[in-house]
């Protein structure tokens, strides 16, 4: 389990943007008790920067009675409705406004935050007044799956990117109460294995893209050193796309992170490095071509849970370290052990 103080700097760098001051100070000075909290000030934090910037306008489409013309005349409607006699017509033009589907569903998800129990009453009451703030042409859209969807197809950037993945963050850990009251519940989606499992990869690929100048950071796609009778008996191996390749011209680095509970299994009363994983590293560096003078290395990074552990070895004549970093302790020594490892 991450502790919930140090989900916030996880998010931040797995979605790709740095922790910002002011929401540090919001999220270090209270004592979270469930990580839903934590996201409900985190977009509290956030929505209000963009209010004070002023919320994105965009065209959207109306349809109105008007007493003048005004963009598209629509003939059936206002001839269905006898209102060319009264000097008065149906039209459908375009405005330009603050109602924009992501600002909708923004001020959607902090009304269902507001309005139900799950969060303690002050941050309630904070996201009652954010919601004020909002202008009242901005209509608010239930926060769901689909409205979710819909508002990831205008790709979106910047903080409006990150808020919207708060929104699916939130949306994801709501769950229907058993009685089917209408309530809801909220479950914690640090336990979501596969969830966590890309957010700790995307953590670690785009903090090292932040945060050191040395390597180049991508994820990339290695091509099997393999010879077939045709291109389609060689179009069934599979794929080998790496988590994260660190790449200089003395060094390049194939990182491979591991979202389980421990580094090591048992297997006949002897604990064991999880041999599908080493495999899986192995076969990356058996297969990647490098420069020449370039120093081809692999990590196998875990988070440590059950035990720590940091073992290294040559194999197939390249240096390979399986290691675990400590989420529980603070941030600045999760960052200074992120750093040490290259």
Not at 79 to 106: E, I, M
Not at 172 to 198: I, W
């Amino acid at each position: 389990m991450v502790p919930i103080q140090n989900l916030y700097y996880l998010l931040c760098y797995a979605w790709n943007r740095l922790p910002e001051q002011e929401a540090l100070l919001s999220t270090e000075a209270a004592a979270f008790q469930r990580p839903l909290e934590l996201l409900a000030q985190v977009l509290a934090s956030g929505t209000s920067r963009l209010l004070r910037r002023g919320l994105e306008n965009a065209y959207s489409e109306r349809r109105e009675e008007l007493g003048e013309l005004r963009g598209r005349l629509l003939l059936a409607d206002s001839l269905s409705r006898d209102l060319l006699r009264r000097g008065r017509a149906v039209c459908q033009y375009d405005k330009l406004g603050p109602d924009t589907p992501f600002n909708s569903l923004l001020l959607g998800t902090l009304t269902q935050l507001s309005t139900g129990r799950s969060l303690p009453a002050a941050l309630r009451h904070d996201i009652q007044n954010l919601r004020r703030r909002f202008p009242a042409s901005v209509v608010p859209m239930p926060l769901s799956g689909a409205a979710l969807r819909a508002v990831r197809r205008l790709r979106l950037s910047g903080a409006e990117a990150f808020l919207l993945n708060v929104c699916e963050l939130i949306q994801r850990s709501a769950l229907p109460e058993a009685a089917a009251t209408g309530r809801t519940r909220f479950r914690d989606f640090r336990r979501d294995e596969r969830l966590m499992a890309q957010l700790f990869e995307q953590f670690v690929r785009n903090f090292y893209r932040l945060e050191q100048r040395q390597f180049r950071v991508l994820s990339e796609t290695i091509q099997w050193r393999a010879e077939a009778g045709s291109a389609a008996d060689l179009a069934l191996l599979p794929a080998m796309i790496t988590d994260t390749s660190l790449e200089s011209p003395a060094r390049k680095i194939i990182l491979d992170t591991k979202y389980y509970a421990a580094a090591l299994r048992p297997r006949y009363d002897q604990q064991k490095l999880i041999s599908p994983h080493l495999y899986q590293l192995y076969a990356y560096l058996q297969n990647q071509p490098t420069l020449p003078g370039q120093q081809l290395e692999g990590i196998l990074l875990y988070p440590a849970a059950a035990q720590m552990v940091d073992v290294r070895y040559t194999l197939g004549g390249h240096p390979v370290r399986v290691v675990t970093i400590d989420l529980n302790q603070p941030w600045p020594g999760i960052k200074a052990d992120l750093l040490a490892l290259l």
